[in-house]
């Protein structure tokens, strides 16, 4: 969504976040409601931060199974991560994120960092570099769709048996 009034000291990656190149502020708004907004908001609350987890659908980590799924909200309930689902994001100020609720009220989220933990892609750098090599090539992982370490140790298994 294009979001107006964006400070950009304010905002951060979660790769930045997670590699620990961004200095957390108290409070912590992350949007992006899958499989790294969620880890975000755990490794962010396991250091003793205020994390609001939020985004656009209902519902989080859509993609994992029912029983994963469970898992992924007992931990952030336990970590205190406070969740908001169905929401559209209208500015980022210096107070924090103006948000529209499902009832179209107009809601300010006091945030130090907002962390932007959505729309991964897929890295094919290293594919690229390979191009015109006289090489036999697999992909597997991260480099076709950002997913569960699970996946990528299927794909790779998957791949090994192939060759």
């Known amino acids: 969504p294009q ?3 964006i ?5 951060a990656q979660a790769v930045d976040v997670l590699e620990g190149h961004i200095r957390l502020g108290e409070k912590v708004f992350i949007i992006g409601g899958e499989r790294v907004g969620c880890e975000t908001a755990e490794f962010i609350a396991e250091r003793g931060k205020k994390v609001t987890l939020a985004r ?6 859509l993609g994992y199974s029912a029983r994963a799924r469970e898992q992924v909200l007992a931990r952030l309930e336990k970590r205190g991560v406070t969740v908001r689902t169905g929401i559209q994001y209208e500015m980022i100020s210096s107070q924090g ?3 529209k609720t499902r009832e179209g ?3 300010l989220i006091e945030a130090d ?7 991964s892609r897929p890295d094919q750098s290293l594919l690229d570099e390979t191009k015109g090599m006289p090489l036999e090539i697999h ?6 769709q950002p997913r569960s370490i699970q996946a990528a140790i299927a794909e790779g298994f998957q791949i090994a048996c192939l060759i």
């Open 56 to 61: 656009r659908r209902e519902g989080l980590v």
């Open 3 to 5: 979001i107006k009034g």
């Open 7 to 11: 400070e950009k000291t304010k905002v």
């Open 97 to 99: 994120v103006v948000v």
């Open 105 to 107: 009220k107009e809601e």
């Open 139 to 144: 992909l597997a992982g991260d480099c076709v």
């Open 113 to 119: 960092l907002i962390v932007l933990a959505a729309g």
